[in-house]
């Protein structure tokens, strides 16, 4: 009888730690629920600016003197509440006409494929829906003239940054877009976007992270 109840103890034990683990798991973001394609609540528009990108990934294809300004980074579906969905089933395959459409919106065939299978997937408006849903939030953001490609260093601070765009574009709210730096210099201008494409609020976890003072916007390439 003894020999159960240590048995018995020594279950209730393991379960426990089982237990305690994935909920710590849980806690820290391991685990997640599964992504439910078309289940979110906005959209995230994320314009990388090329020169920070090319200045550690030079031998990039998207680095090789084209010049490129801002370029699409993706259109990445959101929860108001903090995170996102990814990778979301089925995962099906670009066609080759869905892939020569995608080309004209991202600047590489890599980027392209991954947006897609991670982002794309979880639209649930297929990739033929997701690549025009991305093309026509580009073509809504007006891009501020002092942020164009051009071949020297300037300096802002990411609150300018942020104003610049929302002067060009008057439906952006103030807590509708964010500044994201790498390092000192500027890396993406996000812009949060309802299930419409029109401007709205970021939800939770949207924001700028820039170190404050100047950042450096280098010069295209």
Known sequence: MKKLYVWVALIALTLGSVGMSAARE?????????????????????????????????????????????????????????????????????????????????PTQKLLEHEWSKHGTCSGLGASGYLDAADKAVAAVQIPEQLQPFSTSYYFEAQEIARMFRQS??????????????????????VCMGKDLAFGSCGKGVKTQCRAGDIRVPPSR
């Not at 990039?60 to 003197?65: A, K, L």
């Not at 574009?169 to 996000?190: H, M, Q, T, Y």
């Open 169 to 190: 574009n008057p439906g952006i709210p103030v807590d509708g877009i964010a500044v994201i730096c790498k390092g000192p210099e500027l890396s993406e201008v996000r």
């Open 26 to 106: 849980s806690q820290s973001g391991k685990l997640k629920a599964e992504s439910v394609a078309g289940v979110f609540d906005y959209y995230l528009l994320t314009l990388s600016w090329s020169p920070t990108f090319c200045l550690t990934h030079k031998d990039n294809e998207q680095c090789s003197g084209k010049g490129y300004g801002f370029v699409l980074h993706g259109l990445w579906p959101q929860y108001a509440k903090g995170g996102w969905p990814e990778s979301c089933p089925p995962m099906v395959a670009l066609s080759p006409a869905q892939r020569e459409q995608g080309l004209t919106l991202f």
